[in-house]
């Protein structure tokens, strides 16, 4: 009953530093297996299973500065960097402060005493202002991208500020990372350190670019002609990636690695994704209008146009192989 687990949680929570080993909370999960196999999985988790973490660790420190960082996608994410405090076993002293709503909501500003915590005992983030400093100021994260200069604006249905620039430096360092990350295009060797070198050299100002690269301009960022090769069989394999993994790589808001298989199994090719009309795209289950327009809207841009086209005919894979099976078996027991 909800009343017994309600009870176990005290009761954990009671005699949790007494334990040999760590732990930061309780899964409640459903126990028959047939109940199990009909509620299925989400992406990471299964919809039978629930996590109860116990309340996060606390400490009270100091906000030194606010910095910003620009996404991928242009968002102005404001970074609180803060005296370091031990939580939950690690020095931890930045924290993401999300947006200006959260921000004025809170009032927080440099130089106060904040009280900080780990959510879920992993996430550093800042719970509350304790106290401001003499003279300080409210702060508003600025209507400028720090990085191009250009020019922040919100958007009227959502919390954030994007730079409005998308060859912004920043966005395009974070977009080619997104691109060659491990649940994306899986370009083993191209980390942020390399990217960021590629584009000072100007050796590559879009992802269809990587496919460009050889190994003796590729060794003047990495130093060694073997890291070089592995870099370049990297990306060369990377062509023959599935094409969820390359909808998600492209970085459409609001598009995830689930969203993405969902959209390659409706619509069975690139081609026809880019054809879809937002209607056919609602028809998929679990999609809503927003996700529905993004993906329509993002496949309208001329920039993403050509970038697909050029991926395209470097021979990146532009069709979905399910992976589905003859059921010539099904039904028989042997």
Known sequence: SLKEIDGYFSHLMEIRADLPYDIDGIVYKVNAISLQ????????????????????????TRINNIRIQVGRAGALTPVAVFDPVQLAGTTVSRAILHNQDIISDKDIRVGDRIVVRKAGDIIPEVVRSVSHREGSEPY??????????AEALRDEDEAVIRCQNIDCPAQLARSIEHFASRNAM???????????????NKFVSNVADLYELDVQTVMQVTGGMKSAENLINSIENSKKASLDRLVFALG??????????????????????????????CS??????????????A????????????????????????????????GKTF
């Open 284 to 297: 998929i289950d679990g999609f809503g209008d927003i996700m529905a327009d993004s993906v329509y809207n």
């Open 37 to 60: 196999e009909r509620l299925g999985f989400l992406t990471r988790t299964p919809r039978w299973a629930i996590a109860h973490k116990f309340p996060a660790e606390k400490a009270i």
């Open 186 to 200: 899986n370009i083993e060797g191209l980390g942020e350190a390399i990217v960021q070198q590629l584009l000072d």
């Open 299 to 330: 496949m309208q841009e001329p920039h993403r146009i050509k970038l697909i086209e050029r991926l395209k005919n470097h021979g990146v894979n532009m069709t979905y192989d399910s992976g589905k099976v003859s059921d010539e078996l099904a």
């Open 140 to 149: 508003f994260i600025p209507n400028v991208c720090p990085i191009c200069g």
């Open 252 to 281: 459409i808001r609001g598009i995830g690695q689930r969203a993405a298989k969902l959209l390659c199994e409706k619509f069975g090719s690139m081609e026809a994704i880019m054809e879809a009309l937002p209607l056919e795209i």
